[in-house]
């Protein structure tokens, strides 16, 4: 017997004893001590159940009811836990027993499938209770009035807050901002712009509350609204401007008394770092153009100003980000060119150096860099790394943990040096972007921007393995690796690298998976310390994980590698597909995906601008300039290639079940080939879920077999399939599994004999297969490429119809009970044995041709001198191409001055070693090919055992 | 422009991001958790426009000792938004609740000694003095300055005269030095990054 299965039967034993024993003592410390191994144990029922019996017997004791108040909250049993905290509250009469039930109730509605009607109840409660007892806990009363606001009973919520009760909110201007919510949303707006003006005065930098405080002088309260989106890490804060026609004079009384309003703020405040008042100024510049009444040339001087006084700051752009992109583009000229001339005579170098930096920005953002010939391009590429260079000195006296000044220099620098390689497809600037940010980790090895976009190059250099390395540079853990593993999950799924890809997976599932054990007991801490409003948030926080979209892929990516892993072993496979529930729950999970509000909890905003979601990548395909807005079209689109890319791969390993089945019942007249009947049934339901997979794809199931059949006979194009290869290669080899059974395809056709389903999918990986693997190209010269493409095809559907062959193949041989048939059904089998003969073959075939390829690039990457990467990086007679940077940083390198820039910067300018970066590639590179190429070696070795027991 | 306000349980997530970029130390979720579902009132969040989380406070109230005080666990403000006294709002926001709502006597914090930048903005800005050191208090075994701050303490003044009708003595929002049981687990000190 196990540990664990010891402990269940001590603690079974123990459960028994107290059922039957009367004179067993029940206290809480038995029945908490049998709880945590219970819980541990994965049996909170019976927990539970303990509980229950225990408060039966002893109906009135406090300490049962709250451990079985707890059991309940493990549980999410919100219904229950509101039953036995009226019962605890009915005992003793506490206030806090009685917000457990109300926070209970609050939990069905909000979490669970419990009308608002609900909400009335609760407030009942709390009414009764406050006639005869008052409330005291600050907690009670938020409760209330969200209970009061959820209801729309704004006005009771403020005569409530008006009252008594009120004073228990401690922090004066929570009062205010919660008075002024309330107001904005009865729609007494005068009223909430008096109480926000005094917010204002108390936080003279709140921008979120000079937000609504704006809104409500112009009558909209839409931006109390606004709450929060749910499915993404940052909330829309976006304010809209709904109230448009408001008379001319109100308009412009009001909108000058903000203005006054801001006046007074700004000479009150004498506090430099304030930059809300500021900004209002603008916006209020703002509104005016969007009621008709403004001039553009007032808010570019705004934005001057603006930039005279915080134009050093880091967040100088964002700040005025929606501001700049406001005007049109003869203003946006015009504030870049007054930014251009400005003088920048600031005191301090790192302001100056602030300054600097902020200008390159704001023509970034707004200067359409697309359109600048490369010439111009290419020389601020230079000037940023030459202004990182000069100003490396300013940093001298920085500890190693303290950002650097200029550091997003480096950054920018890079980013113009990708867009010229995405226009001129010189690897040079892309080699050189990656040298950029290799020399800046050099000097501060934890930038971890400079991380992020390494990781992305070199991953689009399939240089995998080396992106992987500066991934696990940045720690990725904890929550972090709901929010920030999309930089490299999605192309690990998609490689060779099946050991660090299973890390990954089963890091981040241990992660999600721990917390959702764990989170319930976390739930009663907030209950303990009274924090009710904390407890929803928890929840409905965990429910936010539990619809995770990441979590979802991961779920199914797990048991497909698992599958890619073992599919040269039918046994094996098999005994995969028995611990999935031979796929039944994904096809469910499948099912269910249309009905799931899923969540995106993804920080996409730190990825670089050349892949700004993780299935989109500009570099691969021809320039054509990049609108950065509106970014959330893109967004959107990915979304819903997640939900369909989910709804698809869930139906994977069931459909390889069943065309394992299906294959070896196809040689022996519905006999499999362990002697048992063949089920039609599994055949009907393959054919179902092709159709599904079909619909998918985006054809109905015989328009799509028309395709695959024209693409095979070179009727159609081979980029008919291009949209989704992988999912249309695996329709193809599941099609033929299910043909070998139903054969319902190829021989019915009068007109013209149709080629075989076997002919289809041999022709169509082998087509494919080549076609990749010459696209693909020297991956040092063409980066990009199809290689994770031609991965996919030998590692999925390849595979799969490998585990149709392995089926046919052992349902062929002799199984010694039955007597070999003759006649019909062995003509049959033997036309039958030809083909998977060919079958064999062909796959051989291809493979072998990728394998040779394999071991020519590999060689090729292993003879290449630095020299030839190096060559890469040439500058033209006119001073002109790649390298320039480079060069660069070699005279900085050579003429080192230790008193100016310190001991720790010269030291680790001394240990740049650009050869080191580009042996780091092609050693990258090298072994992505090597883990492929024994990938490749094992599948010839197992397809052709196979052919020797044929 | 930027808004101090309370953080709340979705904030993690930004949160999380920030001490990635800011910190070399870390923290296991269940921390997070651990303190904002005990004491809520003593997180807070920068948040930019367009609602960008830039820099946080974690704070408690120290449960073990008879003294009541609160303790800051982590600050961080992204370097994009630094020299703007944020860290410094944040840390009076934080400060001011533990007086205010808990009626916190002093409040304490580590820091590394070679963190000069924090150090001074403890020291000069804030007014923090160096209580003791703590060797090897860092997993990579630097040392800690254990550094307190007195506040103006007892001012908890709200409602302890209401409760005459109670069976039970409250301590409100649950209740500084209440001696209760802690999380399970609890990553009480910050675990090194990789690094």
């Known amino acids: 017997m196990g540990k664990a299965e010891e402990a269940l039967s001590v603690c079974l034993n123990a459960k028994d004893q107290l059922y039957t024993n009367d004179s067993v003592l029940i206290d809480d410390l038995t029945l908490s001590t049998l709880q945590i191994v219970f819980q541990r144990l994965d049996h909170l029922d019976m927990a539970t159940s303990c509980y229950e019996y225990a408060c039966g017997k002893f109906p009135n004791s406090l300490e049962l009811m709250m451990g079985l108040f707890n059991c309940y909250v493990r549980e999410y049993s919100f219904v229950k836990q509101q039953q036995i905290a009226i019962k605890m509250y009915k005992v003793v009469g506490e206030e806090r027993f009685l917000l457990w039930a109300v926070c209970s109730i609050q939990l069905q509605v909000f979490c669970g499938n419990g009308g608002e009607k609900l909400l009335l109840l609760a407030e009942g409660l709390l009414k009764k209770h406050i006639a005869s007892h008052s409330l005291h806990e600050p907690e009670a009363l938020s409760v209330y009035i969200s209970l009061l606001e959820r209801q729309s009973k704004f006005g009771d919520a403020l005569e409530i807050l008006a009252g008594k009760l009120g004073s228990l909110i401690m922090i004066e201007v929570d009062r205010l901002r919660l008075q002024g919510r309330l107001l904005a949303r009865a729609g007494d707006y005068s009223a909430a712009a008096d109480i926000l003006q005094k917010v204002l005065e108390l936080c003279p930098d709140d921008w979120e509350y000079f937000l609504h405080y704006l809104g409500c002088l112009l009558d909209d309260g839409s931006s109390f609204f606004l709450g929060n989106g749910g499915n993404s890490i940052y909330p829309p804060k976006h304010v809209g401007c709904k109230n448009l026609d408001l008379p001319d004079e109100v308009f412009d009384t009001r909108i000058s008394r903000a203005s006054v309003f801001v006046e007074k703020l700004m000479a009150e405040c004498d506090n430099a770092s304030i930059r809300s008042p500021h900004l209002a100024n603008l916006e209020i510049q703002k509104r005016k153009l969007i009621y008709g009444k403004g001039d553009p040339g007032k808010l570019v001087e705004e934005l001057m100003q603006y930039f005279s006084r915080f134009g050093h700051l880091a967040c100088f752009t964002s700040d005025v980000e929606a501001f700049l992109l406001f005007l049109d583009d003869p203003n946006k000229s015009e504030v870049l060119e007054k930014l251009k001339g400005c003088e920048l005579t600031s005191s301090s170098q790192t302001k100056a150096l602030g300054q600097a930096i902020t200008i390159f920005k704001v023509e970034n953002l707004i200067g359409n860099m697309f359109s600048l010939p490369v010439c111009e391009l290419e020389g601020l590429a230079v000037r940023m790394a030459d202004m990182y260079c000069k100003n490396l000195p300013v940093s001298k006296d920085l500890d190693l943990q303290e950002n650097m000044h200029g550091e997003e220099l480096l950054s920018m620098a890079c980013n113009v040096l990708v867009q010229l390689f995405w226009r001129t497809r010189n690897v040079g600037y892309l080699l050189e972007s990656i040298m950029i940010l290799e020399f800046g980790l050099t000097i501060r090895r934890y930038t971890w921007q400079y991380k992020i976009l390494l990781l992305h190059l070199y991953s689009y250099w399939n240089c995998l393995p080396v992106a992987y390395d500066w991934y696990k540079s940045l720690d990725v853990k904890n929550i972090l690796l709901e929010t920030v593993s999309h930089h490299i999950l999605p192309q690990m799924l998609a490689s060779p690298l099946w050991s660090d890809l299973n890390d990954l997976l089963r890091d981040y599932l241990k992660f999600m998976d721990d917390h959702f054990r764990e989170s319930a007991d976390l739930t009663f801490l907030a209950y303990r310390h009274r924090n009710y409003s904390k407890v929803i948030e928890f929840v409905q926080f965990k429910e936010r994980l539990q619809r995770s979209s990441q979590y979802l892929v991961a779920k199914i990516e797990a048991p497909i590698l698992q599958l890619k892993q073992n599919a040269n072993s039918i046994q094996e496979e098999e005994c995969i597909l028995e611990s999935l529930k031979n796929g039944n729950h994904f096809v469910e999970l499948s099912n269910e995906i249309g009905n799931k509000l899923l969540t995106f909890n993804e920080d996409l905003q730190l990825r670089p601008w050349w892949t700004p979601t993780f299935d989109k990548n500009y570099l691969l395909g021809p320039f054509e300039g990049v609108s950065y807005y509106p970014r959330e079209n893109l967004i959107k689109q990915t979304e819903e290639n997640v939900l369909k890319n989910i709804e698809k791969r869930s139906l994977l390993p069931r459909m390889i079940y069943l065309s394992i089945h299906c294959a070896s019942s196809s040689l022996k007249e519905h006999t499999e080939a362990n002697g048992s009947a063949f089920d039609p049934k599994l055949s009907l339901e393959l054919k179902v879920l092709l159709e599904r997979y079909a619909r998918i794809l985006g054809f109905p199931f015989q328009d799509a077999i028309e395709l695959v059949l024209g693409v095979s006979s070179g009727q159609k194009p081979s980029e008919a399939l291009s949209s989704d290869l992988i999912g249309w290669i695996n329709f193809v080899v599941f099609l033929n599994a299910w043909n070998l059974n139903s054969r319902e395809i190829g021989f019915s056709n009068n007109d013209k004999p149709r080629p075989s389903t076997w002919h289809l999918v041999n022709s169509l990986l082998k087509k494919y297969i080549i076609e990749k693997m010459r696209s693909t190209g020297p991956l040092l010269s063409s980066p990009g490429g199809d290689l994770p493409m031609l991965v996919q095809l030998v590692t999925e559907p390849l595979s799969w119809h490998s585990l149709i062959i392995q089926s046919s193949v052992r349902s062929s041989l002799p199984s010694g009970k039955k007597k070999k048939k003759g006649g019909v059904t062995e003509q049959a089998n033997s036309h039958h044995s030809h083909e998977i003969q060919d079958s064999i073959q062909s796959l051989c075939d291809a493979i072998k041709e990728v394998t040779e390829w394999l071991s020519a690039q590999i060689n090729k990457l292993d003879d290449v001198k630095f020299e030839t990467i190096f060559s890469l990086l040439q500058v033209n007679g006119e001073g002109q191409g790649p390298g320039r940077i480079l060069h660069m940083f070699e005279n900085l390198i050579s003429s080192v001055d230790n008193t100016a820039l310190g001991d720790r910067i010269s030291q680790a300018l001394q240990s740049w070693d650009a050869v080191e970066v580009a042996r780091k590639v092609g050693a990258g590179q090298s072994s992505v090919l090597s883990q492929f190429l024994r990938i490749c070696e094992s599948k010839i070795k197992s397809l052709q055992a196979l052919r020797t027991h044929l | ?195």
Request: aromatic share 10%; charged share 25%.
């Open chain 2, 1 to 195: 422009m930027v808004c101090i306000r309370k953080a709340t349980v979705d904030d993690l997530l930004a949160m999380q991001a920030c001490n990635l970029f800011c910190l070399p130390e870390n923290y296991q979720m269940k921390y997070y958790f651990y303190h904002i579902l005990s004491w809520p009132q003593l997180l807070y969040v920068a948040e930019d426009y367009n609602g960008k989380i830039v820099g946080y406070v974690l704070a408690k109230m120290e449960e073990e000792s008879s003294e009541c005080h609160g303790h800051i666990t982590s600050l961080a403000v992204l370097r994009t938004h630094r020299k703007l006294g944020l860290a410094t709002k944040l840390m009076t926001a934080a400060q001011n609740a533990m007086e205010q709502v808990y009626g916190a006597e002093y409040v304490s914090l580590h820091v590394r000694k070679s963190n000069r930048a924090a150090f001074n903005l403890y020291t000069e800005t804030l007014g923090y003095k160096i209580h003791d050191v703590e060797a090897k208090y860092y997993a990579d075994g630097e040392d800690a300055y254990d550094m307190r701050k007195q506040l103006k303490g007892k001012k908890h003044q709200h409602h302890h005269h209401h409760h005459h009708h109670h069976h039970h003595h409250h301590h409100h929002g649950g209740g500084c030095c209440s001696g209760e049981a802690k999380v399970e687990g609890k990553a009480g000190e910050p675990e090194a990054k990789a690094e």
